[in-house]
């Protein structure tokens, strides 16, 4: 099983991560965080790294029923997505499967919602190949 669906545009990642806010904004999801690896990576350890940017994907309908279901699925929450300048000049966007990422939990009702959490992250990956 694959834990992420992904998908590259022909686009700099500033363009990219704004295609992806909106993808993603289509599908009810806001962006609670967002961590620049790049710069995190230079000033903690020194290192040099391609501009990499995590976003906290949330749909919060949904986090709110994840909840109900099952409390500690907040370690799991919220969904990441990646957006990568590749060295091709293109960039990635990649989400995690939530099905995949909760597979461990024993609770079928949560399985289910982690259905259509992935759905409406496959859904926004899937716009951005048009974009």
Known sequence: ?????????????????????NALGDQGFGIINEIDMANTLKEKIGADFRPYRILGACNPQLAYEA?????????????NV???????GS????????????????????????????DKLRAAIEALKGA
Not at 82 to 88: A, F, H, W
Not at 101 to 115: F, G, H, V
């Open 82 to 88: 990646i957006v990568q300048q590749l060295p091709s």
């Open 1 to 21: 099983m694959n834990y992420y669906y992904s998908t590259t545009i022909e686009a700099p990642l500033e363009e990219a991560l704004e295609k992806t806010r």
């Open 91 to 118: 960039t990635e966007v990649a989400a995690i499967d939530p099905v995949a990422s909760m597979a461990s939990i024993d609770n079928a009702k949560l399985k289910e919602a982690a259905e259509r959490v992935r």
């Open 67 to 79: 909840l109900q279901l099952e409390d500690k699925v907040g370690t799991m929450l919220p969904c």
